[in-house]
């Protein structure tokens, strides 16, 4: 601590001690806020979602697995993919071109239930926002 310093907490009339834990507080607070912000985009393993669609309806996820199937529709410049992450697959709509089958990808997006795409029922799938992570 330079001489500065401790003039400045001697005229508050505070301790450096008090100032230090003070410090110690906020920096803590700012941690709690991010562990929050990134708990609700925490990645899901697919058997979740599929247990309990209800409880995952309109949630933004995480998931990560394999292409094991995939479903285009070249005229609309649409398509949807199967992802499997060895707990179960998921139909899910990438927000670009529709990956290959065999490829690894990791999205976020919302689950949604019920969805019909051109004459298919896919019951649940998940839609990827733009806010991917890689």
Sequence with gaps: MNSFTKDVN???????IMNA???STAIACVLIIIAFACAGT???HIRSIKEEPGRYSDQRVA???KVV???ALPFL????CKVSD???EIWVKPRGRVPFKGDKIRLMGKVKVG???GDKSFGVIIVEDDEEEK
């Excluded at 410049?77 to 949807?80: E, I, M």
Aim: aromatic share 6%; glycine share 20%; proline share 3%.
């Design 10 to 16: 001697l005229i508050k009339g505070e301790p450096a």
């Design 21 to 23: 834990k003070r410090n």
């Design 42 to 44: 925490s990645r899901v």
């Design 63 to 65: 998931v990560q697995g």
């Design 69 to 71: 199937e995939t479903f």
């Design 77 to 80: 410049g649409q398509g949807l």
């Design 86 to 88: 060895g707990t179960g």
């Design 115 to 117: 969805l019909t795409f």
